[in-house]
T-cell receptor, first 117, second 119 residues
Framework: EPEVTQTPSHQVTQMGQEVILRCVPI?????FYWYRQILGQKVEFLVS????????KSEIFDDQFSVERPDGSNFTLKIRSTKLEDSAMYFC??????FGRGHQPQHFGDGTRLSIL | AQKVTQAQTEISVVEKEDVTLDCVYE???????LFWYKQPPSGELVFLIR??????QNEISGRYSWNFQKSTSSFNFTITASQVVDSAVYFC????????????????FGQGTTLQVKP
């Protein structure tokens, strides 16, 4: 069964450094998402991406964050200058169609655990 | 505003007991979807079920069943004859038409319920 893959599984970075989290969505999916989960807390929406542009972003997704689909397969989340509070599990998700067209469930990757020192 | 509340933070049961996980949601949209995801100790999020706002039929899948009641804005999840492998955090989530262009499909998660099934 096709799956969303995320790399790396664990990333340790010094505060202030840039970090790029990578995701390969399921190949025929068109909608892409990033979520984060601070340890022991709920999963929070960061950003949705469709047709090569951001379709919605949350308050968490400030100017330090950016997303990109550099080629036909990868979907990346960049944090420009990491802070301690960015430490969390980051999940990538994709879905075949969006809400208005028979909304399909989002398939999640296994996550990247980001630790900021 | 959209919101999902899972009032039960932790539930502990003994194997073979039935257990119900509660989920209450808030939305102003008339069209929305509700989901349950399972997060085992390994950390991944596993999709369990999706239900749209126009379909209030209860659903059963093996030992799992879901009770959707629009009148009380609830979407509860019952595990029958629980097993140790059911031990996980369970998240209820809501997706409604919102954001730019109206249809982003973002998920709003509840706080999660940690289920511990003891042998």
């Amino acid at each position: 069964e096709p799956e969303v893959t995320q790399t790396p599984s664990h990333q340790v970075t010094q505060m202030g450094q840039e970090v790029i989290l990578r995701c390969v969505p399921i190949s025929n999916h068109l909608y892409f998402y990033w979520y984060r989960q601070i340890l022991g807390q709920k999963v929070e929406f960061l950003v949705s991406f469709y047709n090569n542009e951001i379709s919605e972003k949350s308050e968490i997704f400030d100017d330090q964050f950016s997303v990109e689909r550099p080629d036909g397969s990868n979907f990346t989340l960049k944090i420009r200058s990491t802070k301690l509070e960015d430490s969390a599990m980051y999940f990538c998700a994709s879905s075949e169609v969006g809400f208005g067209r028979g909304h399909q469930p989002q398939h999640f990757g296994d996550g990247t655990r980001l630790s900021i020192l | 505003a959209q919101k999902v509340t899972q009032a039960q933070t932790e539930i502990s049961v003994v194997e073979k007991e039935d257990v119900t996980l509660d989920c209450v949601y808030e939305t102003r949209d008339t069209t929305y979807y509700l989901f349950w995801y399972k997060q085992p100790p390994s950390g991944e999020l596993v999709f369990l079920i999706r239900r749209n706002s126009f379909d209030e039929q209860n659903e059963i899948s093996g030992r799992y069943s879901w009770n959707f009641q629009k009148s009380t804005s609830s979407f509860n999840f019952t595990i029958t004859a629980s097993q140790v492998v059911d031990s996980a955090v369970y998240f209820c989530a809501l997706s409604e038409a919102s954001g730019l262009g109206g249809n982003t499909g973002k998920l709003i998660f509840g706080q999660g319920t940690t289920l511990q099934v003891k042998p």
